[in-house]
């Protein structure tokens, strides 16, 4: 039986269309999917009956097996995945006081291997899907009862980041196919703006999100200079920071200045924390004049990582140059901890290393 999650309004219509349907009928499919959330073709009312049982026949709406769920003590919400070939992936949910975000995941493991990185420690198993990748989205939903789509700005879950297990731009299509249904007005409707894909810096395919999606874009930078950034992220040696900014510029020339890109810096101690490094920073922003913002991130801990995190003071300091010199720099409340679902922490169960 074939899943309908994932499949693209086009084909959802072609789809219908094998089993004699107008195409107005796949609309009505596609909201009862992604707007209402419904997972059972019997409750769909406007369907005729001769339809529903044809649709059962044929097809599901599954979601993927929630393995095990957690709860942090800051209401952090994590799930272990499985997708019907046994492999797993985590996704979590981060509320916030009026709203939300849910990070998802792209990729079984990850092939960038980044050094800090506990889901680079795990080899890359598969690309998922984009019905994979919507599903965790549904998942969340299911959990949290947000089903209709809130028409109203006040949601659980009203931001998506991609910023979990994978590398989104080394997943391209999918990644991008799933955040258009994910997007679409008829269904889920998070809008482009609440939607921020992370990279690693994949420079190539950096200037599609803005022309062929068009969200918002964060670069894990972690290093002002190529000697210091290929020292913890491999993928450097392939994409170096100069070609990675080159192409920022390209999306920021699609979107318009005005869209920042967040430049992702994890703090490391003894690394990339001093006053130095952060001059650096600031040099190279000015060279591409990139209109950027900064997020610190505290670098958190997994077993056997063998890095640390700076302290709070260099953390603090290394803010206040950037901000000096006019850029935001706020610096990331890890969420989550505690059920290790922070940055850099997810991992999949199955393989344990
Ligand atoms: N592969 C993409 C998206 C997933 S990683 C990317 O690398 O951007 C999401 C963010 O978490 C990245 O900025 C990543 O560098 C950061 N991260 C990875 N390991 C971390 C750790 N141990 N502590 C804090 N942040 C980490
Ligand atoms: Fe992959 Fe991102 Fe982790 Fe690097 S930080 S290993 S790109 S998931």
Known sequence: MKNLIGLSKEELVDELALLGEKSFRAKQLWQWIYFRGETDFDKMSNLSKDLRAKLKENYTLNRPKIVA???????????????DDGERIETVYIP??????????TQVGCAVGCKFCHTGSQKITRNLT??????????????????????SETRYLSNIVVMGMGEPLLNKDNTFKALRILSDGDGIAISKRR????????????????????VKLAIS?????????SQIM????????????????KYQYIMGMSRMIT????MLKNFNDTPDDAKELIALMKKYNIGAKFNLIPFNPWPSCGFEPSSNNKVHNFSKI????GYEAPIRVARGQDILAACGQLKSKKQTA
């Not at 392939?238 to 990675?244: A, C, G, K, L, S």
Request: with cysteine.
């Open 221 to 229: 930078l972690h290093a002002p200079n190529n000697e210091k950034r």
């Open 69 to 83: 769920e957690q709860i942090s003590n800051d209401k952090t919400h994590k799930w272990l995945l499985e997708f």
């Open 195 to 214: 939607i921020t894909l992370s990279t690693s810096g994949i420079a190539p395919n950096i200037e599609s999100v803005a022309a062929d999606l068009g």
């Open 263 to 266: 430049f992702e810096y994890l």
């Open 130 to 151: 984009a019905g994979e990748i919507v599903a965790q989205f549904m998942v969340a939903r299911d959990a949290y009862g947000e089903w209709p789509s809130p028409t």
């Open 322 to 325: 950037l901000e000096a010199a």
């Open 234 to 249: 491999p993928i450097n040696q392939r994409y170096p920071i100069e070609e990675v900014l080159k192409a920022c510029q």
């Open 96 to 105: 916030e006081e009026d709203r939300g975000a849910v990070c998802i995941s």
